[in-house]
């Protein structure tokens, strides 16, 4: 497989509002360890090779534990994770998903009370956006280094 093409040079200024979203990210509330997992879990479930590859390699850079790493995309099935975390697994794979259950009641009820509205609008951000980036770098084949 090779790359199709080099989305950062093909519109500098479409990277540039993709890298505004991550400025958000980076300056909200949410916990370094919360946003790499959120971002590894989505990026498991979209098949993103290059997306699966960086955001492991960030989250063991930020000290994420090998052990909760290799569970992640099993996380409902381990004691690894406190409850905010899973809650927020399940509202990223709700939303990664969308198109099969429209985000259900259940799901928010779960999410709800372990965020702050501003904190839940800003993971909700931080699903949006890293469902974008993969669908940039799989529809342009953008590869592990």
């Not at 501003?118 to 084949?141: H, M, P, Q, S, Y």
């Amino acid at each position: 497989m090779s790359q199709r093409l080099d989305f950062y040079k093909a519109s500098p200024e479409a990277i540039k509002a993709m890298v505004g979203l991550e400025q958000r990210i980076a300056k909200s509330g949410l916990e370094k360890s919360l946003v790499e997992l959120v971002r590894l879990r989505a990026s498991q479930i979209n098949g993103c090779a290059y997306c699966v590859d960086t955001h492991s390699a960030d989250a063991r850079k930020a000290g994420e534990n090998e052990r909760r790493l290799a569970t992640l995309s099993v996380w409902r099935e381990t004691p690894f994770f406190t409850d905010r975390e899973r809650a927020a697994l399940e509202w990223t794979e709700s939303l990664t998903l969308i198109a099969d259950n429209h985000v259900p009641d259940h799901v928010w009820e779960a999410v709800q009370p372990h965020f702050s509205p501003e904190d839940l609008t800003d993971l909700t951000l931080l699903i949006v956006t890293i469902n974008g980036w993969n669908r940039f770098a799989i529809a342009f084949r953008k590869l592990p280094t």
